[in-house]
């Protein structure tokens, strides 16, 4: 079964400064996809930023990144410039290519002080 | 706005009663999935409904069923519930039945007492 690994309960960082959030999983496929979502406190879950595993290029979303290490299996993420907005729960998940289900972690509370 | 509309946002209810939530999915969407976010499980698949017929079933209670209708809504019932049932459940809709991007609704915070 797969697992996703989320170590870093608490995260806070002053604005403007990069912060880096990990994430680790645990499958035996060899295609799948990692996402990292964002909620805010409105509860909304939103999408920050999606890598296919059979892509070895890092993807990019402005601000956002993510360093996919498929050996390792890790995949963190980087936001750079942090904003006040950006304060919010970040949940890294993993979906297998032949499943469309989310397997979530547990979540990284990211505050962004002024 | 995610264009994926769910009601009530709200729901107090009493421990042995049964509810429905209801979703309605972005326009052009067949896929809805069902997700449930507790403090004690995290956040949990529940089924999956693409155009109609279910596809997928994750870690959903024999209480618990679903449905996607022919206008493409999607209704949880939740029935004989208990104290732990509480949570805030998510639907998430998406174009077809792969990897695209999930757009999530505001979910439906329920509140058994």
């Known amino acids: 079964a797969q697992t996703v690994t989320q170590s870093q309960p608490e995260m806070s960082v002053q604005e403007a400064e990069t912060v880096t959030l990990s994430c680790t999983y645990d499958?035996?496929?060899?295609?799948?996809?990692l996402f990292w979502y964002k909620q805010p406190p409105s509860r909304q879950m939103i999408l920050v930023i999606r890598?296919?595993?059979?892509k070895q290029q890092n993807a990019t979303e402005n601000r956002f990144s993510v360093n996919f290490q498929k050996a390792a299996k890790s995949f963190s993420l980087k936001i750079s410039d942090s904003q006040l907005g950006d304060t919010a729960m970040y949940f890294c998940?993993?979906?297998?290519?032949?499943?469309?289900?989310?397997?979530w972690g547990a979540g990284t509370k990211l505050i962004i002080k002024p | 706005d995610s264009g994926v509309t769910q009601t009530p946002k709200h729901l107090i209810t009493a421990t042995g009663q049964r509810v429905t939530l209801r979703c309605s999915p972005r326009?052009?969407?067949?896929?809805v999935y069902w997700y449930q976010q507790s403090l004690d499980q995290g956040l949990q698949f529940l089924i999956h409904?693409?155009?109609?017929?279910?596809?997928a079933k994750g870690n959903i209670l024999e209480r618990f069923s679903a449905q996607q209708f022919p206008d493409l809504h999607s209704e949880l019932n939740l029935s004989s519930l208990e104290l732990g049932d509480s949570a805030l459940y998510f639907c998430?809709?998406?174009?077809?039945?792969?990897?695209?991007?999930?757009?999530f609704g505001s979910g439906t915070q329920l509140s058994v007492l």
């Open positions: 998430a809709s998406s174009v077809a039945s792969g990897n695209e991007k999930l757009f």
């Open positions: 326009s052009g969407d067949l896929s």
């Open positions: 409904y693409y155009n109609g017929e279910e596809r």
């Open positions: 499958t035996s496929e060899s295609n799948y996809y």
């Open positions: 890598q296919e595993a059979y």
């Open positions: 998940a993993f979906m297998k290519d032949s499943n469309y289900q989310l397997i």
